[in-house]
């Protein structure tokens, strides 16, 4: 199909965005109110719901106040950190150059996924003035790259005000290939409290280093069985559930039977597979081994701390909203991806969802991280086709 060229007012927005640094341990209140104000600016009021120390905000407002409840563009405003990495360019520049792509915008969270977010409200006015039938929500959340916490009060809060979407676009970076599937994301971290005692008394000990070691076994046996065992899903890199043990820490030197050890550990589960069943096999192993552990040191055993559970999603090529997003992307086929996003948790209150935005994945979370200016445009073609939208579906 034909395209337009990427609009100065959209790169703009984008650069601006870009060039604030909303890494997730910091506030992202700077890029709220600035969409706020934008959409103020058009009359449109905003929801902002908050965490617990005001830091950091969600942002959700309706552009087609009046109109029936209509179509959700999710985007989240964090970005992961660049410490370390070997960036050829200030990752805050926002500097527009050629690229492996071509002419690109390079910079933290051009392409995961502050891009979208720009292209949505560079084309709000677009949205206000246009033809559909439906509202078009904007939901902008707060640490998503770090466990999706934000959207969690966002949906909460969107039930409270009684706002019911017909459907969802989530605009991670799926080079504007409609996604209807990717693995759930669950992180765990397991402490263990042993005894300890001289390294020539172990009978007298508890080895929490060899104790945790245990249920590390543990989990890699199940990342075997998914691995020999669970029926595939065909279109993942990896047609299978994963499990992986991330951290290990423990000891304070070779002569002292380890009191104390700490491992992290993760489950990416297909859609059609049970994440907390699997976290409920290590719950039980470990509490399995607690009364041998116990008879020596009645205090000793094993700790579970939640670290993130993000659901994995499941869409449908025929469902409505995919259909949309092929219409409005111009692509037939869809895909599945492999990484994390808000989608299962807009699926799972009860909103048919798909994700679909400019850029890849593979420059996400990347030195030089870019995106480019031909994917953009196509993600301003798509805001332009969903103002004009007849019909969801």
């Known amino acids: 199909m034909s395209q337009l060229p990427l609009s100065d007012r959209a790169l703009a927005f984008a650069q601006a965005l870009v060039r604030m640094n909303t890494i997730s341990d910091r506030s992202n209140l700077e890029l709220i109110e600035f969409a706020r104000d934008h959409l103020a600016s058009l009359g449109v009021k905003s929801r902002l719901t908050w965490n617990a120390e005001r830091t950091k905000a969600n942002l959700f407002a309706t552009l087609g106040e009046g109109k029936p409840a209509g179509v959700i563009v999710s985007g989240h405003t964090d970005t992961v ?154 279109g993942f890199d990896v047609p299978f559930s994963t499990a992986s043990v991330g951290q290990f820490h423990g000891g304070i030197a070779d002569n002292v039977v380890p009191r104390d050890a700490e491992f992290r550990y993760e489950f990416r589960d297909l859609p059609t597979a ?56 111009g692509e037939a086929g869809t895909t599945l991806v492999a990484f994390g996003t808000e989608a299962g948790l807009f699926k799972n209150a009860g909103i048919p969802t798909v994700v679909c935005g400019p850029g890849s994945i593979q420059q996400a979370h990347q030195p030089d991280e870019y995106v480019t200016l031909a994917q953009l445009a196509r993600c301003e073609a798509f805001m332009h086709g969903l103002a004009d939208s007849a019909e969801i579906g």
């Not at 009645?298 to 409505?320: K, M, N, Q, V, Y």
Request: with cysteine.
């Open 81 to 234: 950190p660049w410490e370390g990495q070997a960036w050829t360019v200030d990752p805050l520049s926002a500097v527009v150059q050629d690229g492996p792509e071509g002419l690109s915008l390079f910079g933290r969270g051009s392409a995961d996924m502050k891009s979208f977010i720009a292209i949505a409200l560079a084309n709000a006015e677009r949205i206000l003035a246009g033809n559909a039938p439906f509202a078009v929500h904007f939901a902008f959340s707060y640490e998503e790259e770090i466990g999706c916490f934000g959207v969690r009060e966002l949906i909460a809060d969107m039930r409270d005000a009684g706002v019911r979407p017909l459907a969802c676009i989530v605009g991670e970076p799926t080079s504007m290939v409609p996604a209807i599937a990717h693995k759930g994301v669950w992180r765990y971290r397991c402490c263990v409290r042993g005894k300890e005692a001289h390294s020539s008394l172990t009978p007298h000990s508890v080895n929490a280093i060899e104790m945790a070691a245990r249920v590390v076994g543990k989990v890699r046996d199940m990342a075997e069985a998914f691995e020999r065992e669970e029926p595939r899903y065909d």
């Open 274 to 329: 049970d994440a907390r069943a699997m976290q409920q096999q290590v719950v039980d192993y470990a509490r399995g081994l607690e009364p041998g552990m116990q008879r020596v040191a009645p205090d000793a055993g094993f700790r579970f701390e939640t670290i993130c559970e993000i659901p994995s999603f499941l869409g449908g090529r025929d469902d409505p909203v995919t259909r949309l997003a092929q219409r409005l992307a």
